[in-house]
């Protein structure tokens, strides 16, 4: 990944928005600066003196309790743990809950060419937004071949040797309403370690389909821009390969999973032939899997109801055998 830096946390903030409401209001030579790592830190104790633990590479949060102790700092013009807290470099600092810096903290910034950012959001609010910026920024990445569609929902990622229609497949689904995320190259992200987001490789790209016999299709100029999205959460991995007579496949399923960057999820291998709708088979298994999210499991049901029958069956021919012992075989009862 490139280096990321405050004037791309900027950017990425007016890409979603404003979701975090930032703006630059000193220490605008210090916005080249890189940003390393998805942590952020609470400056309180460096105020105070104590920098064993200190993470002077995280972005640093002033609220009201380290405001209220910087101003108390420079009542006293105790500058020193201030000017150490520069020393460090950060790579910008975050006045948050619409708190602004004093003029002598706003000089320490431009001398130390030190981003200082405003955002009118409170510390509970504000940290859980950029945490989750950041967790994406800085996630694990890998590039796959293949299609990533949004079907009723859920993400199916759809993989396969080359030529064996994937694409075709994934078209077909948008006809039927579905949404494209990717086709051809997809990049996942692990989340968190919770969950995988998959994208396009190239923004640009990304939307566009190559049809063999046709060529390049623009997704959103035929079927609209609600036939696409620029994200989608991962759940389901479809698997289409060309059908081998002497193969046996799953016919259960629940039993097959994928594991993308250390996280797993559901797995189907589609054969396909000839006269097999392979899309239609797609949504059923995207709207099985999305039962499943609602706690419903056809397979487990059906393993239930065969057990029952099972005991059912059991249960009748015990008693027909003990009605027989006891009529001697022929429906009496003997005396």
């Not at 946390?9 to 979701?19: A, F, S």
């Not at 640093?60 to 500058?79: D, V």
Request: glycine content about 8%.
């Amino acid at each position: 990944m490139r280096e990321f830096t405050v004037l791309d946390l900027l950017d990425l903030d007016l890409r979603e928005h404003n979701h975090l409401q930032l703006k630059c209001i000193a220490g605008r030579s210090g916005l080249s600066r890189t940003i390393k790592n998805s942590k952020i830190s609470r400056p309180g104790l460096a105020l105070t003196g104590y920098f064993e633990d200190f993470s002077g590479s995280s972005i640093q949060l002033i609220g009201r309790a380290e405001q209220s102790y910087i101003e108390m700092l420079e009542k006293k013009n105790e500058y020193e743990n201030i000017e150490r807290i520069f020393s460090y470099e950060p790579p910008c600092i975050v006045f948050i809950g619409g708190y602004k810096p004093s003029e002598h903290f706003v000089e320490l910034a431009e001398k130390n060419a030190t981003a200082i950012l405003s955002t009118p959001l409170e510390s509970s609010d504000f940290s859980r937004r950029l945490y989750s910026q950041l967790d994406e920024v800085f996630a694990a990445t890998m590039t796959i071949h293949g299609v990533l569609v949004d079907v009723y929902g859920i993400g199916v990622l759809i993989t396969g040797d080359s030529g064996v229609g994937k694409s075709e497949t994934a078209l077909e689904l948008i006809e039927r309403g579905h949404r494209l995320i990717s086709d051809d190259t997809v990049k996942l992200k692990n989340i968190s370690d919770t969950f995988l987001i998959g994208t396009g490789e190239n923004p640009l790209l990304a939307h566009h389909m190559e049809i063999r016999g046709l060529g390049i299709i623009n997704i959103a100029n035929l079927f609209g821009i609600g036939a696409i999205r620029e994200k989608k959460h991962v759940q389901l991995s479809v698997v289409l390969e060309n059908w081998e007579s002497g193969k046996q496949y799953d016919r259960i399923g629940d039993s097959l999973t994928d594991t993308y960057l250390g996280i797993t999820i559901p797995k189907l291998v589609l054969p396909v032939r000839p006269g097999r709708n392979v899309p239609i088979l797609i949504e059923t298994a995207a709207g099985n899997e999305r039962m499943k999210k609602l706690g419903y499991y056809s397979s487990k049901e059906f393993d239930q109801n065969v057990l029952k029958w099972l005991e059912s069956e059991a249960a009748r021919k015990m008693y027909f055998n003990s009605d027989e012992i006891l009529s001697g075989g022929d429906g009496e009862i003997d005396q």
